[in-house]
């Protein structure tokens, strides 16, 4: 097995990017600001199984350990995969394909009844523009192919080779000088996207066709503006691919500058989108990594952290206005991988769950396979700084509350005279009484789910 990075430039924002749409101004939460309550009513129903994906590089771990992660992720009750293919891995000479990794993957993937988006990067040095004696020569994967025509061709063979993928993607964030150098040029991977496009339209007609998955919210390297929308501008939108995009971020809520600014940027990023003809928005990439250090980029946060980040983002983008989240990754991955990347999975290297998967299930549990939209709860009296609520009814219809806040507290629920509060993270749960005009429920920092009678 040829061995390279499975990822040389997975970051976390810590400053956050231009949303699609204006943001406020950053004044409206500096540090020393207390943050308001925020109470979200979900967009739409949720099916977890259908909602909820991870991705997963099966082809980097030997069978038995492969299927160990199959068995692992189909314990949680979900059933979509993001899989990558590395270009310059399959074909390192021109005409001269190394298909048999990729075999056994879509094998196990078709045994299993997993469903799966694939993306292809990476471009093998015979098709790679980098030039001749170029100082960066030696990373001419990095570079887009010469000719757009070529990779093309290449994802009409793999999509009548793979009909079990139900969706391709088109490359992996072209944003970032790190998978389209010597710089990100919007125009250049239109041209590269719309053949590929007809490619794959042509060899699988019902199969469905993303953009590459944009990292962050798409700001271009270096010289700034927003690569999906100077694409929509270019008329991308008119093929009515899937948009996606990768929101990294410092904590679950936003970055370090502004506690709120993922909300705030995704509603009106969203609303953006569907003004604009967009059906189905994605998030192919979100996480945490739990590596210990050094620091790079992303904060340390450890095992637990990443446990609590992980749910806290869930339940943000499952109320807000997502068809489909794959979370990066299924299990930690080996020293192909920078230090930060080996430690994102829900796994371990051998397969065996770490804090976040244990959490992910209890969550999952509580949850029921699918959720209603319902109003979150009315508080009586002071909410502790930054709370946090959203409102859900099980298939079973008890009401299904989350919340936490930026600084412990107690809040008291209206008309609620009989309830039990969970701990996903830990396990734990507490009955709680009527105390008057409602429940009261201890808020901590990490999420918590209060399940009504």
């Not at 990017?17 to 949720?46: D, F, I, S």
């Not at 962050?216 to 899937?242: H, K, V, W």
Request: charged residues 20%; positive net charge.
């Amino acid at each position: 097995m040829s061995h390279a990075p499975l990822n040389p430039d997975r970051r976390a924002a810590l400053i956050g990017g231009a949303a699609l749409a204006a943001a406020p101004h950053a004044l409206a939460a500096w540090p020393w600001r207390g943050l308001e309550p925020m109470a979200l009513k979900p967009v739409r129903p949720v099916v977890w199984k259908d909602f909820l994906g991870v991705n997963a590089q099966f082809q980097w771990f030997p069978d038995a350990v492969a299927r160990k992660q199959v068995e692992r992720l189909k314990a949680l009750g979900l059933n979509w995969v993001r899989l990558g293919l590395h270009w310059m891995l399959l074909e390192p000479e021109e005409g001269q394909f190394q298909l048999e990794p990729i075999d056994r993957m879509m094998a196990l993937v078709r045994e299993a009844g997993l469903r799966n988006v694939t993306y292809v990067v990476g471009t093998p040095r015979y098709a790679s523009s980098v030039a001749k004696g170029d100082a960066y020569e030696r990373f001419f994967d990095k570079f887009p192919p010469r000719n757009p025509a070529v990779l093309a061709q290449r994802l009409g063979m793999l999509a009548r080779r793979y009909p079990q993928v139900d969706v391709w993607q088109v490359w992996n964030e072209p944003n970032l000088i790190g998978f389209w150098a010597p710089q990100p040029d919007t125009e250049a991977y239109g041209r590269l996207f719309v053949p590929a496009y007809q490619a794959l339209r042509a060899a699988a007609p019902d199969k469905p066709v993303a953009l590459a998955g944009m990292a962050y919210f798409s700001e271009i390297d270096r010289r700034g503006g927003l690569m999906i929308q100077e694409l929509a501008r270019l008329g991308a939108f008119n093929l009515n691919p899937i948009v996606a995009y990768h929101p990294y971020t410092a904590t679950a809520e936003g970055s370090d500058q502004d506690a709120r600014d993922f909300v705030k940027r995704v509603v009106p990023a969203h609303q953006w989108l569907r003004s604009a003809g967009v059906r189905q928005v994605w998030a192919t990439e979100w996480g945490w990594s739990s590596y210990p250090g050094p620091k790079e980029e992303q904060p340390i946060v450890g095992e637990d952290g990443q446990a609590d980040l992980t749910l806290r983002r869930l339940a943000l983008m499952a109320a807000l206005d997502y068809d489909r989240v794959f979370l990066f990754t299924l299990a930690d991955l080996d020293e192909r991988a920078t230090r930060r990347d080996q430690h994102y999975g829900l796994l371990r290297r051998n397969g065996e769950p770490k804090p976040v998967y244990h959490a992910l299930q209890r969550f999952l549990q509580l949850c029921g396979p699918a959720l209603q939209p319902a109003a979150p709860p009315t508080i009586l009296g002071q909410a502790p700084d930054g709370l946090i609520t959203i409102g859900w009814r099980r298939g079973d219809g008890r009401p299904l509350w989350m919340l936490w806040a930026r600084e412990p507290g107690e809040v008291q629920l209206k008309g609620v005279s009989q309830a039990t509060v969970h701990q996903p993270l830990s396990g734990g749960e507490r009955p709680l009484k009527d105390a008057g005009e409602g429940v009261r429920v201890p808020v901590t920092t990490a999420l918590q789910i209060v399940l009504g009678a």
